[in-house]
C-alpha cells in the first residue's frame, strides 16, 4: 500500500509544468486531487517516476459561463460543482452526477479534468460530458487545442490528450430554453464506482418535439458510450413513454458491458434499458419546467 518512489515537482505556472511534462516525458504524469493516481500507483498499477503536482497553479478553478459557455477550470473541484448555485440551478445534470461520486472526502480533492484526462470508463462525468457536447480544453507545447468530447477517449485508460498536454478547461455549450438533463447510476453501495448508470440530456421546442437528445453510458464498455441510434431516434419526435422506452432500448443496445463483481453482461445491459429510461423521463420533466 506504499507507492513506489517518485520525484515530487511543483511548477507554478502552466508553461512551466508543459516544459517539465516535455522534458520528463513518459516518466512524469501529472498529480491533481490524486484520487486515482495515488491509489493506482498504491497498487503498483502506475510507477511514474516524476508526479507534477499542479495544485498551485493559480486561476485554474473557476466555475463560470462566458461567450456560450459554461467554463470548468482546469482544476475545479467535483465539491465545487456540488456546491455551485449556477451548476444547481441552470445543469441539473452537472449536479446529479459530482454528488454521485465517491464520498464529501473524495470529492473534496478529486476534480472534473481528472475524472475525464483518466479516461477510466466507471468514472461518472465522461458520459455526462458526452450527453453535453462538452468540449476538453488542452494545453501544450503549440498553445492550446480544443477537443471534442467524442473524440477525447480513446480506448481503455487512453484518451486523445499528447503527453505533454493539461486539461485546462472544459467548455459545455449552454443549454438553449427548454433544455433539461439528468444523470441515473445505480452503484452496489454509496461511494462505489457505477454498475452502470446513464446521462440524458434534452432541448424541446416549444411544442414539446424534441430537438436535440444527448445520451451517455458509464462504464458498460471499454470506453464512456455515446449512444447515438438512441439519440437520433428521438430527435424530431414527441417524447411520450413509447418513445422514452424505445430509445432506452436502443441505448441499452449500444452498451458493450462484460461480466464481472458487479454483475453478468445481460443484467448490465437491463439495467442500461431502465436507467436510459429514469434518466431521459426526468430529462423531460425538467425541460419542461
Ligand atoms: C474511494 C474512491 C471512490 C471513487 N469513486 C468514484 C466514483 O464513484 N465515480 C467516479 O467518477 N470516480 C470515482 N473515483 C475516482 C476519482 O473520483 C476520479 O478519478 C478523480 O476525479 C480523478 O481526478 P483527480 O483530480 O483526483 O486526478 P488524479 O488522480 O490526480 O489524476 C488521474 C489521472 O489523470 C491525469 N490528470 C489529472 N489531471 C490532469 C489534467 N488537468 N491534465 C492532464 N492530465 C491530468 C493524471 O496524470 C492521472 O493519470 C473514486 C476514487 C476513490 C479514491
Redesign the pocket.
Known amino acids: 500500500m506504499i507507492p513506489p518512489t517518485f520525484d515530487y515537482l511543483r511548477p507554478a505556472t502552466i508553461p512551466e509544468a508543459i516544459a517539465l511534462l516535455q522534458q520528463l516525458g513518459d516518466d512524469a ?12 500507483m498504491k497498487l503498483r498499477l ?1 510507477r ?1 517516476a516524476y508526479l507534477i503536482d ?1 495544485n498551485r497553479i493559480a486561476g ?1 478553478s473557476y466555475v463560470k459561463e462566458e461567450g456560450g459557455h459554461l467554463k470548468i477550470g ?2 475545479t ?2 465539491a465545487e460543482l456540488e456546491s455551485s448555485p449556477l451548476i444547481r440551478s441552470k445543469y441539473p445534470i452537472i449536479h446529479d452526477t459530482a454528488r ?4 464529501p472526502q ?2 473534496n ?7 475525464l ?4 470508463p ?4 465522461p458520459a455526462t460530458m458526452l450527453a453535453l457536447g462538452a468540449k476538453v480544453v ?1 494545453t501544450g507545447l503549440s498553445g492550446v487545442r480544443v477537443i471534442p468530447i467524442g473524440e477525447f477517449f480513446v480506448s481503455l485508460f487512453t484518451t486523445a ?1 499528447a503527453q505533454n ?4 478547461e472544459i467548455q459545455i455549450p449552454v443549454p438553449p430554453a427548454r433544455s433539461g438533463g439528468a444523470y441515473f ?1 445505480l ?1 452496489r453501495k454509496v ?4 454498475t452502470a448508470a446513464v446521462a440524458a440530456q434534452i432541448t424541446l421546442d416549444a411544442g414539446g418535439v424534441c430537438q436535440q437528445a444527448g445520451i451517455g453510458l ?1 462504464n458498460v464498455g471499454p470506453t464512456p458510450i455515446k449512444a447515438t441510434k438512441a439519440e437520433d431516434f428521438l430527435r424530431g419526435k414527441k417524447l411520450d413513454e413509447a418513445t422514452l422506452r424505445q430509445a432506452a432500448q436502443l441505448a441499452s443496445e449500444a452498451a458493450q458491458p462484460s461480466a464481472d463483481l458487479r454483475g453478468p453482461a445481460e443484467y448490465k445491459k437491463a439495467l442500461v434499458k431502465e436507467l436510459a429510461f429514469r434518466a431521459l423521463s426526468r430529462a423531460v420533466e425538467r425541460a419542461g419546467k
Open positions: 504524469k501529472i498529480l491533481s486531487g490524486g484520487q486515482s493516481l495515488i491509489p493506482m502506475a511514474p499542479i485554474l482546469g482544476l473541484r467535483e454521485v461520486i465517491a464520498d473524495v470529492r480533492m478529486a476534480t472534473v479534468a481528472g475524472n484526462a483518466h479516461g477510466d466507471a468514472n461518472d462525468h488542452a490528450l498536454e493539461i486539461v485546462t447510476k452503484e461511494g462505489d464506482f457505477a458509464t
